[in-house]
């Protein structure tokens, strides 16, 4: 079985300022991992995803995170936030072969101000 | 409008009673899934199904029955409500193909007294 730990609850940035939320997993064979983004009152929505190949993978909105297997991180950056960035965001992970069945973190408030 | 759809959205009930939550999804996707989103806790796996007649326990199952008599349709039933319940839940659905995008609804909150 595999699980995912978010270390920061909740984070607090300005707008412009660099941001990095932090994702940890655990598992015993080869995994997927993913990034979902939850507005106020909405479900989930994919921003990013790791399957295989190049280890940064990239979202359209600015968003990227580097899969490093060694460290068994996934952690998403942006360089500059913006307000519209406010958001839970949730790292999950599936065991490859069963890559629509996710095991989702905690989540990380972010938390964007002027 | 194509997509997956919850109901109600707002469900108040009492202890004891038993609720059904609808989800209905129009991209005939094979997969399903009942998460409930909880504080501290993200989003659990409830029950999921790979297709139509299949279906399969997740982390927390217990009180919690579902179906799935047609792909589009997954309902998640409490067969008696508790407060510990008390929840918002969410259905997504999901290809294979796709590999790990789950596609969300926009969430059943519902509170039990």
């Known amino acids: 079985a595999q699980s995912v730990t978010q270390l920061d609850s909740q984070v607090p940035v300005f707008e412009e300022a660099p941001v990095e939320l932090r994702c940890n997993y655990s598992?015993?064979?080869?995994?997927?991992l993913f990034w979902y983004v939850q507005y106020p009152n909405q479900g989930l929505q994919l921003l990013l995803k790791y399957l295989s190949g190049s280890t940064l993978v990239e979202s359209i909105n600015g968003f990227e995170a580097e899969f490093n297997k060694s460290q068994t991180s996934f952690h998403l950056r942006k360089p500059s936030v913006h307000i519209s960035d406010t958001a839970e965001y949730f790292c999950?992970?599936?065991?490859?072969?069963?890559?629509?069945?996710?095991?989702f973190g905690t989540g990380t408030r972010l938390q964007v101000t002027l | 409008d194509a997509g997956i759809t919850q109901s109600p959205r707002y469900k108040i009930t009492e202890t004891g009673r038993q609720v059904t939550l609808m989800c209905h999804q129009t991209?005939?996707?094979?997969?399903m899934f009942w998460y409930r989103q909880d504080l501290g806790h993200g989003l659990r796996l409830i029950y999921y199904?790979?297709?139509?007649?299949?279906?399969d326990k997740g982390e927390v199952p217990d009180g919690y029955v579902v179906s799935r008599s047609k792909t589009e349709n997954f309902p998640l039933t409490l067969e008696s409500a508790t407060r510990s319940q008390t929840s918002v839940y969410f259905c997504a659905s999901g290809t294979v193909l796709n590999t790990g995008e789950l596609f969300f609804g926009e969430g059943s909150r519902l509170t039990v007294l």
């Open positions: 598992s015993s064979v080869s995994v997927y």
């Open positions: 991209w005939s996707h094979s997969y």
């Open positions: 199904s790979a297709a139509a007649d299949i279906t």
């Open positions: 999950a992970v599936s065991e490859t072969g069963t890559a629509s069945k996710l095991t």
